[in-house]
């Protein structure tokens, strides 16, 4: 399982990013697929969840409403669309998918 996120960088406040994270290894459209983040010196959570073929989603409380997560199961990628960033969303977003895999994680900075 490979997992390779991209798509992060420093963002003003207000501002929007998308992130896309290219799975491989493994059968894409088989599996849920998840977004998570970690701020310095805070434990990692959810940001974002999708089901496999991208009927059901579901978002942490903090970006309910801003975030919205996506999929074309055709280019193995899973997307994260962030819309009006706070400097609360300051973190390393990883990509989560089947038995415990992670990628490698892209910074996001929201910052003035």
């Known amino acids: 399982v490979q997992l390779v996120e991209s798509g992060g960088g420093l963002v003003q406040p207000g501002g929007s990013l998308r992130l896309s994270c290219v799975a491989s290894?493994?059968?894409?459209?088989?599996?849920?697929m998840s977004w998570r983040r970690q701020a310095p010196g805070k434990e990692r959570e959810l940001v974002a969840g999708?089901?496999?073929?991208?009927?059901?989603?579901h978002y942490g409380p903090s970006v309910q409403g801003r975030f919205t997560v996506s999929r074309d199961n055709d280019r193995n990628t899973v997307y994260l669309q962030m819309n009006n960033l706070k400097p609360e969303d300051t973190a390393v977003y990883y990509c989560?998918?089947?038995?415990?895999?992670w990628g490698q994680g892209t910074q996001v900075t929201v910052s003035s």
């Open positions: 989560a998918g089947p038995s415990d895999s």
């Open positions: 290894g493994f059968t894409f459209s088989d599996y849920s």
């Open positions: 999708i089901s496999n073929r991208g009927l059901s989603t």
